[in-house]
Structures are given as C-alpha cells and as structure tokens.
C-alpha cells in the first residue's frame, strides 16, 4: 500500500498543471504576395496620374503669338467699314497706330494725349524724322476730327488709313538687322510678313 501511494505521489508531482502558453502565431506563405501586389498598384496608379498628366500637358494647343504689325493690319482693315462716320473711323485709325506703337516700340501712346506723345517721340530712336513728322500730322488730322468735329472727305479719310498703313509696313521689321521691303505702287499694302519679335 505504500508502494501505491509512492507511485501515486510521484505521478503527482511530475502531472503538475502548469499555465497556458499564448498562441504561436503561424506565418502565412503568401503575405509576401499581398505586400507586392500592394505596390504594384500603388505604383501603377501614380505611373497612370503622371501618364495622364503629361497628355494633358501635351494637348493644350499652343499659344500663337500674332506680331503686332499683323494686329494693326487687320484693325486698319476693320476700320474701313466706319468711312461714313468719319469720327469712328478716325478714333480707330488713330487708336490702332497708338496702340501698334506701344506693343512694337514700347512707347506709351494710348494713354497720352497727341502733345505728350508728341513730345516724348522726338527722344525716340525707333522712327525716322520722317516718320515721326508724318505721325504727327497724322495724329494731329484724326484730333481734329475726333475733337474740333473736322468733316474730311472720304478720300481725306483714305489717306489717312493709308498713312497709317504706310507708318505700320515701314516700321514692322527691325531697320538694321532685316529693313523692310520696298512698298509698290501698284500694290501699297503688301500681304502681312510673320517675323519673330
């Protein structure tokens, strides 16, 4: 009988119940293709955005920059349909070459009166003599129309659109480096030239 208890105390002892141990976590094999598939499409989206962008980028049409001999051209013309309205026809004549002045030679027309900018022309070195005496009789004929209610003819009035045309051809091109093309008589307004500015 106390072989029996011995042995039962003995298995006792070695039967001790010990606590629980936590979960062994098992990797899983294929976590490494979760975290890749994860890039790829991290790094396909941000190849589309950029893709998508630079299209854009690329379809927007280019600014086309018209020279400002052609602009005053094309307002001169647009004049001509004012003939029977002599003070219209005169303030957009007038206004054309102020403002083709300004965008060509920098020069501040369009918010002078005709004396100051008569006055700050004869410092310019952009026009002739010449030209700058034939700009300001040409200023001074559309004031009067403008301002002292002058009624010129309408061949007065076709001499100064030709005057205007005339000052515009002779001034487009840069005199030293590519002087402009003689004017025919035949034909006084020669198709517009595109030139780099």
Known sequence: MTNVSSTAAAVGATNDIRS???????PVA??????????????????????????????????IVVPPHVRARERLEQALRYLSEPNRFCTQVADTIRVYLEERFHLRAPERTTEEFLVEL???????RDQKQTLGEFLQSCDLVKFARFEPTEEVLRQLH??????????????????APPVSP????????????
């Open 20 to 26: 629980a141990k936590p979960p062994v976590e098992i």
């Open 162 to 179: 030709e005057a205007a045309l005339r000052l515009v051809h002779e001034t487009q091109f840069d005199p030293l480096s590519n002087p």
């Open 186 to 197: 035949a034909n006084p307004n020669p198709p517009p030239v595109l030139v780099n500015q």
């Open 122 to 128: 004869q410092t310019s070195q952009h026009l002739t």
């Open 30 to 63: 294929w976590a490494w293709v979760w975290w890749v598939l994860l890039a790829l499409l991290l790094l396909s989206a941000v190849l589309y955005g950029w893709r998508r962008w630079r299209r854009k980028r690329q379809e927007l049409p280019p600014v």
